[in-house]
């Protein structure tokens, strides 16, 4: 089979045509698709740090309803529907300010400023941190919880404590 | 052939007849009766000869008389043995050192008796030793590489030799300050030359700055300039190069080698220009300033020189004994520690801790040895020095009194001899990095002077491949008439699965190497829809090939970034889709990071059947028209065998495929089974008929199906 063949499996739908709504009911998404209507959607993002805008809905039990490459060609409800619930289930504060990176035995410790609230936490190894090719930072702690870091948007003290992580 | 004390060309004319030429030669270090010494194995067209030097013993044998070539592997040693009509003959013995050799000369030998090949002397590779003439190339090339950068080069040069000369001039300075101003009480020159002073200071400093910035941003550039030409060369070079050359060598000459070409271009030669003109100018202001003290100043330079040369001999060994010891302790580390499980469950704390107290007081030796060296040394060294200087003091105090010199002469005197000695220890210790920097630069040119051998031809073109594969006449062997594969014919039509079969080392992956173009056939052709593969672009050939090995190699990056490794402007809903035909999709998306999810190095960071998938999903992705699998689902568990064994199905439709399998059950379905024995074609067919057929493949399909079985009870009888 060719990857076209393949590719006919993944339905690709234009923002234009999908309404989203809060099912609050189900803690989930109504979405409506021209004439049709899916109850219990949740939104996936197959690439959560690459593309970002990029959705998969399926339903609770997994099966793929549809695609959008990208939201944001939604209308504004829905996108305020949608965001809503995807803040929920990726959870990636952005890093505004590092206080301080202490080092000890292995471990970096972070004290920082992010987008919800101070937070302290800590990283082990170079893996944790994770550069992508448009320059932002995903930092992954011991904990498994996931920040963001946008360098230009950083002052030049939290760039020189980054610059001893990276 | 020989690295060491090649004999003369009309060496072994002696043994042959006036027409007969030599084809090659090998030579042993053991003769026939197994003593230590040197025997050779001769090869003419017609004969195979023997030939002891130091004894004469010579034996011969025509090559029409040879049914077998048998290579003995023996313990401490080998041999060779020609079966002969009527008896069995020892031909030649040699050491475990000469193995590899003449492995290699019984192929040769099996090939010219049974194959009738012609083989040229210029077939052998003969490594020779580095001549002069080569390292004055070397050099030459060497310092080419500072060609673009020679701003910053004599910027560097030039700061330096100023350096030299203003740290020449206090001590004279000096000589004034104390015979001119403070004897005389001359409080304006005092002044005067103490501004100078501070300006030479100031200046020294300045000028060490600029020096030590621009020889640093040379070799950076320098280095920059060689990793990257390097890197962009041993990527356009074939396969069959990083077989010979071991990626660990390359690797070295990457990161290490260049390294130290670095260091010898920028601190190395500045380093020999700046400290022979240190070393001769101070040589010659002392010996213009006062000849008869300047003989005692010298007293310490040939103690200082044994010194040193007495140190460097011996301190290489000693320290190499510390690293290695230091080896000792970390290789036990690593065994041990991550091993505690078996260590507590064998209750063997105890020899643990004392084995490894005992290896860690063999660093504790080796380093005092260290110790001890530089204690010889050193001091002596020092008290030499110190004693020459007295001596100036002494001698030269005597002629200040009767007013033969001045006080400040002698001062100044002193004051050259310490800044003589400097120069000449960092000198000495010159030698052996800008030895070693040669050798570097040897090895990196070697490096970039290697041609592909595989590229492509001035005709070559770009073909929309169909995939009907023909194997015509198919010789090949990775070293020149060492055969692996022999004359292999096969037909493989467009869309047809073919499963290939055979022991381990039959010659299966060779066969997919030619297929790619990795190698050319020694002789024979492939066809691809016609077209001789070397008559096709290497990168249009090879982007309609996909690959999926038995273990998978992926790359640092996510997931999306490996599958798209195939086609780089791939589309994000091409990356789902092929991740969904090779049934990845779901896993990865169980994922918290889905398919931005880092792999780690080499995909550690999933299972083999995850990363076996995803490497389905990259080969999906490129679309290629002919697939081969490489013992694809051979390291994974039964279940997901059967989940990558779907993925495959989705693969496989209506792609030219080659299947490499050792579990035959994965190729009982193919159009077709080719059974592969050392290196020939022994059967082609379907299943049923090579079972019926009760050949090789018959056999090796009961023994499979034997030790599963086995298996199977083993396991009944566990649980």
């Not at chain 2, 290699?104 to 049974?114: G, I, S």
């Not at chain 2, 002494?394 to 002629?399: D, E, K, Q, V």
Request: with cysteine; proline share 4%.
């Amino acid at each position: 089979m060719s990857l076209r063949e393949f590719l006919g499996e993944v339905r690709i739908v234009d923002p234009k045509d999908v309404k989203i709504v809060c099912d609050e009911r189900r803690n989930s998404l109504k979405i409506f698709i021209r004439d049709e209507i899916y109850y219990n959607v949740l939104p996936k993002k197959p690439f959560p740090f690459t593309r970002p805008y990029f959705i998969i809905f399926t339903t609770r039990r997994g099966e793929e309803i549809c695609v959008l490459k990208d939201y944001r060609g939604l209308d504004k409800d829905s996108i305020k529907n949608l965001e809503y619930m995807l803040s929920k289930m990726y959870y990636i504060p952005l890093i505004k300010d590092i206080e301080k990176i202490s080092y000890s035995s292995g471990t970096y410790r972070w004290s920082v400023l992010t987008d919800r609230g101070r937070r302290e936490f800590e990283t082990r190894g170079r893996r944790s941190i994770v550069k992508l090719s448009d320059g932002r930072i995903i930092v992954f702690d011991i904990d498994e919880n996931v920040y963001e870091i946008r360098p230009w948007l950083l002052d030049r003290k939290s760039i020189e404590y980054l610059d001893l992580v990276i | 052939m020989e690295d060491e004390g090649e004999p003369p060309d009309n060496y072994f004319t002696h043994l042959v007849e006036k027409d007969e030429k030599i084809l090659f030669w090998f030579n042993s270090d053991l003769d026939e009766k197994g003593f230590f010494g040197r025997s050779y194995l001769i090869v003419t067209p017609k004969r195979v000869i023997t030939y002891t030097p130091s004894t004469g013993y010579t034996r011969w044998y025509p090559l029409g008389g040879i049914r077998e070539v048998r290579f003995l592997d023996h313990l401490g040693g080998g041999e060779i043995e020609l079966v002969l009509k009527d008896r069995v003959v020892s031909l030649i013995r040699f050491s475990r050192s000469k193995v590899a050799d003449f492995r290699k000369a019984a192929r040769l030998l099996e090939e010219l008796v049974f194959r009738e090949v012609r083989l040229e002397n210029k077939d052998i590779v003969v490594e020779r030793g580095v001549s002069y003439d080569k390292k004055i190339d070397i050099v030459v090339r060497l310092f080419s590489l500072l060609k673009p950068y020679w701003r910053i080069g004599l910027v560097a040069l030039i700061s330096s030799l100023i350096a030299v000369a203003l740290g020449l001039l206090p001590p004279y300075l000096m000589k004034i300050l104390i015979d001119e101003a403070l004897t005389k009480g001359n409080i304006d020159l005092l002044v005067q030359l103490s501004l100078y002073l501070i300006a030479i200071y100031l200046t020294s400093t300045l000028l060490g700055i600029i020096r030590g910035y621009s020889l640093t941003l040379l070799g950076e550039k320098i280095v920059y300039d060689l990793r990257k030409r390097l890197y962009r060369h041993v990527q356009q070079l074939s396969l069959g190069f990083f077989d010979r050359y071991g990626s660990g060598r390359l690797i070295s000459r990457i990161s290490d080698d260049t390294s130290r070409i670095k260091w010898f271009l920028t601190w190395g030669v500045q380093s020999l220009i700046v400290n022979t003109l240190q070393t001769v100018g101070i040589g010659v202001i002392v010996f213009s300033m006062n000849p008869s003290l300047a003989i005692f100043a010298l007293i310490p330079a040939p103690i200082i020189l044994v010194g040193i040369r007495y140190y460097k001999t011996r301190a290489w060994r000693y320290y190499h004994k510390v690293w290695r010891r230091w080896a000792d302790v970390n290789a036990m580390l690593v065994d041990t520690i991550p091993g505690a499980m078996i260590v507590k469950s064998f209750t063997r704390e105890r020899f643990e801790t004392e084995r490894f107290t005992r290896k860690l007081w063999e660093v504790v030796k080796a380093t005092l040895r260290t110790v001890r060296l530089r204690l010889q040394v050193f001091p002596a060294m020092g008290l030499a020095t110190s004693i020459s200087a007295v001596l100036v003091w002494w001698f030269g105090g005597l002629r200040v009194i009767s007013g033969e010199i001045t006080l400040g002469l002698l001062t100044a005197f002193v004051s050259y001899m310490w800044q003589f000695y400097g120069p000449i220890n960092i000198l000495s210790t010159l030698v052996e990095p800008l030895q070693s920097a040669l050798t570097s630069a040897e090895r990196i040119f070697e490096l970039l002077d290697s041609e592909p051998e595989i590229k492509d031809s001035k005709e070559a073109i770009d073909l929309e491949i169909k995939g009907h594969i023909v194997f015509r006449n198919v010789y090949f062997g990775y070293e020149p008439y060492v055969y692996v594969l022999r004359n292999i014919n096969l037909e493989i039509k467009p869309g047809e699965v073919v499963g290939i079969v055979g022991p381990s080392g039959s010659g299966k992956t060779t066969l997919i190497k030619l297929l790619l173009r990795f190698y050319d056939p020694s002789q024979g052709k492939i066809l691809i829809d016609g077209v001789d593969l070397r008559k096709i672009k290497l990168k249009s050939l090879r982007r309609q090939i996909g690959i999926v090995q038995q273990e998978p190699i992926l790359f640092s990056g996510s997931i999306a970034e490996n599958i798209a490794y195939g086609k780089e402007d791939a589309e994000p809903e091409e990356i789902i889709a092929a991740a969904k035909a090779a049934y990845a999709h779901d896993f990865i998306m169980k994922l918290p990071a889905a398919y931005d999810t880092q792999v780690g190095e080499r995909g550690s960071r999933l299972s083999g059947g995850e990363r076996q998938r995803i490497a389905i999903a990259r080969a999906i992705i490129t679309n290629p028209k002919i697939l081969i699998l490489d013992e694809a689902t051979s390291s994974v568990d039964t279940i997901t065998e059967k989940q990558i064994q779907a993925a495959l199905n989705n693969l496989i439709r209506g792609r030219t495929t080659i299947v490499i399998a050792h579990r035959l059950s994965t190729v009982k379905n193919a159009d077709k089974i080719v059974v592969i024995s050392n290196g020939q074609v022994v059967e082609i067919g379907k299943h049923e008929e090579l079972l019926e057929r009760n050949g090789l493949y018959a056999k090796l399909w009961r023994a499979q199906f034997e030790e599963e079985k086995r298996a199977l009870k083993e396991k009944l009888r566990v649980i």
